[in-house]
T-cell receptor
Framework: DAGVIQSPRHEVTEMGQEVTLRCKPI?????LFWYRQTMMRGLELLIY????????DSGMPEDRFSAKMPNASFSTLKIQPSEPRDSAVYFC????????????FGSGTQLSVL | TQLLEQSPQFLSIQEGENLTVYCNSS?????LQWYRQEPGEGPVLLVT?????EVKKLKRLTFQFGDARKDSSLHITAAQPGDTGLYLC????????????FGRGTSLIVHP
């Protein structure tokens, strides 16, 4: 099992540029989560999908952030335009009915907005 | 305001020492999880506690869920350098979908 796969691992961009983060959940998992981690705020939930449908996006900071899950094996988190305060580590996690509330995390994308 | 408060925020100890870290909330949780995160990686689940008062052991790690299901503790006996990492607690509210909220974590360093 390959686990949750995120890309890129590192992203450095300039303020105002569009950033797209990608996630491939574990095959068979029906729930997908995007989290953001910073020293100040810890691990914050941005959005939660169940069966490819966004269920809770109350953690999405503002309209500059958007997330999609076009199918069960792929999700994207887009920031447009990016700002320096968006710098953080972004994690994708997935879980399934058989895993009994266990989240499997990817290795994260380290985003730096200059 | 953090839903889950973890303490201490940082802990630096010598190999062989014992330690306890805490996870507290004013809210009731249907379950509580403990994760460990190593640098450059995502969190990895250590344990899930469900029943108030429940105690679970994982080798040198002992996890306890409070009777009221609002708090939890993690005790490590004879800490090893391999225990170094960020320990996160995560709780899910009763009812509805499983959407865990995480505390900020306790960063533990165990010196050889």
């Amino acid at each position: 099992d390959a686990g949750v796969i995120q890309s890129p691992r590192h992203e450095v961009t300039e303020m105002g540029q569009e950033v797209t983060l990608r996630c491939k959940p574990i095959s068979g998992h029906n729930s997908l989560f995007w989290y953001r981690q910073t020293m100040m705020r810890g691990l914050e939930l941005l959005i939660y999908f169940n069966n490819n449908v966004p269920i809770d996006d109350s953690g999405m900071p503002e309209d500059r952030f958007s997330a999609k899950m076009p199918n069960a094996s792929f999700s994207t988190l887009k920031i447009q335009p990016s700002e320096p305060r968006d710098s953080a580590v972004y994690f994708c996690a997935s879980s399934g009915q058989a895993t009994n509330e266990k989240l499997f995390f990817g290795s994260g994308t380290q985003l730096s907005v200059l | 305001t953090q839903l889950l408060e973890q303490s201490p925020q940082f802990l630096s100890i010598q190999e062989g020492e014992n330690l306890t870290v805490y996870c507290n909330s004013s809210s009731v949780f249907s379950s509580l999880q403990w994760y460990r995160q190593e640098p450059g990686e995502g969190p990895v689940l250590l344990v899930t506690v469900v029943t108030g008062g429940e105690v679970k052991k994982l080798k040198r790690l002992t996890f306890q869920f409070g009777d009221a299901r609002k708090d939890s503790s993690l005790h490590i006996t004879a800490a090893q350098p391999g225990d170094t990492g960020l320990y996160l607690c995560a709780g899910a509210r009763p009812g509805g979908s499983y959407i865990p909220t995480f505390g900020r974590g306790t960063s533990l360093i165990v010196h050889p």
